[in-house]
């Protein structure tokens, strides 16, 4: 999951050069507008939760009325040391121009700090989830970053924003454990290899159905800004009235109660992973004025 945050970091910085574009190509990145009843949904089995944001797409179609379609843009990780794509922004643009109306799970900030995936080439929805890091330990005497000694080295995903925050806020005051992907360190905290380590909820929760079990707490990190961030739904610029009427199916899903209820199917109702509040909106981008 954080390697898919500096992905849509990534997406902000890179022009996408499109006027002259054939939209009938494959390669394009402005096809022609899809007419179906049907809604179809990019699906990435990289994702850890990708069986909730399954779920969700289909709750979100039938709210509308619609069927739920999807293309499967990704399948799992084929072992634990091999990190996840990165999801560019040309690449994002020829999936919304051939292959789907709408990408689930893509991850945005809860605050300006960040640019947001809402500029001039993409819509992004209303968030439906806010999902954080959390420090997870197998000492029951280290439960945040204000009880972690300095001898006791703490995991975090190589190029991580947790590691990048620790290295620039923290310096000299903790022992640093890096791993190259967010498998890895789940793995190593599931079996004792590490003893604490701070990993995004749906990288744990998505791989270990109890902690309890393996010997693990997890809570919110306290102490790190930025921890806490948006899941959003990411559509192409020009279908405002579609993004109208999903950011309306979200919030009646809120509302009703049924996003907690499919969190609470896929055991993701923890700490660290709620629904968003109705009155939760995406921070307008620091690159594009996004006129709701």
């Not at 022609?32 to 699906?43: D, E, G, Q």
């Not at 560019?88 to 990408?103: G, N, S, V």
Request: proline share 8%; net charge positive.
């Amino acid at each position: 999951m954080t390697r898919a945050i500096t992905g849509l970091v990534l997406l902000l910085l890179t022009g996408v050069g499109a006027a002259q574009q054939d939209p009938n190509s494959p390669t394009s990145t402005t096809g022609l507008l899809r007419s179906s009843s049907a809604m179809t949904f990019c699906l990435d089995q990289q994702n850890p939760i990708w069986k909730f944001e399954q779920d969700m797409a289909v709750a979100v179609a039938r709210s509308l009325g619609r069927k739920a379609e999807f293309y499967l843009h990704r399948t799992p990780l084929p072992n634990l040391d091999t990190p996840a794509q990165p999801l560019d922004r040309t690449e994002l643009m020829r999936l919304f121009a051939h292959r789907c109306d709408i990408y689930p799970g893509l991850v945005g900030s809860t605050t300006p700090a960040f640019d947001y995936p809402a500029d001039e080439q993409m819509y992004a929805t209303r968030p439906y989830l806010k999902v954080s890091y959390l420090f997870a330990s197998r000492d029951r005497a280290v439960t945040n970053l204000a009880t972690l000694p300095k001898t006791l080295p703490i995991s975090m995903e190589r190029n991580g924003l947790p590691a990048y925050l620790m290295y620039t806020t923290r310096r000299g005051q903790f022992t640093d454990r890096p791993v190259n992907t967010a498998g890895r360190l789940v793995s190593d905290l599931s079996t004792g290899t590490s003893k604490v380590g701070m990993v995004f909820a749906s990288q744990l929760y998505g791989r270990v159905p109890s902690l309890d079990k393996v010997g693990l707490s997890a809570r919110p990190v306290v102490g790190l800004p930025n921890m806490t961030w948006y899941v959003i739904y990411g559509l192409r610029r020009d279908r405002p009235s579609l993004r109208a009427q999903v950011d309306g199916a979200i919030t009646r899903l809120i509302q009703r109660g049924e996003v907690q209820k499919l969190l609470a199917k896929h055991g993701l109702n923890r700490p660290g992973i709620t629904p968003a509040s109705v009155a939760d909106r995406r921070p307008q981008s620091e690159s594009f004025k996004d006129d709701d």
